[in-house]
């Protein structure tokens, strides 16, 4: 029984080739070069020479500031490629685990998403995403979407190593308060698709659709960049004291907006397919221990 995984190089395909490496899960992981997702024919001779029992697509294209200025390139990855994925499964009768991200909403709500509110991207980046979404779902009934939010992990650019780096330059730092969301840890999506893959092949659940999975508890950007110092001392990745000071989303203008509000309400997956670990101080810790670890 294997599992078949795209986008194997990125922050959260790393920890699912980890994981499924120390579980003794038999994988096909494959990188961008292995197979490219907006390739339809590669991907339905893939999906049939390998034959899995379930598909992954942690591929995307997920540079939001650039997306607006490339967006036929982001509408190709995050809508075709994973339109692709799903017709391939569909032919094949095989289940699909997509990724999804909050940047489907606009961020106005006054309380966490649920998956049955309207969705309303304020940028590429996101409407890319949610078309993608859509072309899961018009395609294929055994799919799985699961939104997360603000990834961060070992591998790849995120902002703990930004925060990190910056903290290695500078005194003080100037962070963003007034947008809310919860960190998610890679380590932690990887963890939950895995026992996703376990619940699906041991058929224990018909439970298809769209669901919410977010580290807790919600925070702000700032707040988590304090908690990144503090805990980059403590596992002495940082060697100096770093004062953060919070700006508005004013004083720190992007190519793209970002949702005021990214909490997602990740009620519904815990109550089809169990509790999940998502403490993201958990995950920084455990992140920047590894961290330390690969320094010494
Ligand atoms: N990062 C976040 O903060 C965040 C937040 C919410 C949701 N999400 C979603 O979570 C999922 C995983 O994100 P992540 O942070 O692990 O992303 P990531 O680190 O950017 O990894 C994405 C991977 O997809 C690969 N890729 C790009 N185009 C491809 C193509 N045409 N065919 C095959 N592979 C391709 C990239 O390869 P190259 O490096 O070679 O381009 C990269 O290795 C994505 O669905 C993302 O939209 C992420």
Redo the contacts with the bound molecule.
Sequence with gaps: MTLLL????????REIQRLALQDDQPIVA????G????DTEAVLQVVQETQPAMIV???????VDKAEDEPALAF???RD?AGNLAQAAGETGIPLV??????VFDGTSPRPYLETDLVAPIGV?GHS?WEGEEAVRQRLHHHLII???????V?????VKTMLRLAREQDALRVVADQRGGP?Y?GH?AALILDLYRQIVNQATTSWGTYHFCGSPITCWHAFAEAIVRTGRQKGILDRPVTVHPITTADYPTRARRPANSALDCRKIEAYFGPHTKAWQTGLEDMLERLAKEAA
């Design positions: 795209t986008g194997a190089d990125g922050q959260v395909g494959l990188n961008r070069s197979l490219d997702i907006t697509n942690a591929a995307a294209y997920t540079a190709r990855v995050n490629g997509h990724l999804s991200t909050d940047y980046y995403k939104r997360v939010s603000w990834v961060f992990g591998h790849g650019n995120n902002f998610t890679a999506i």
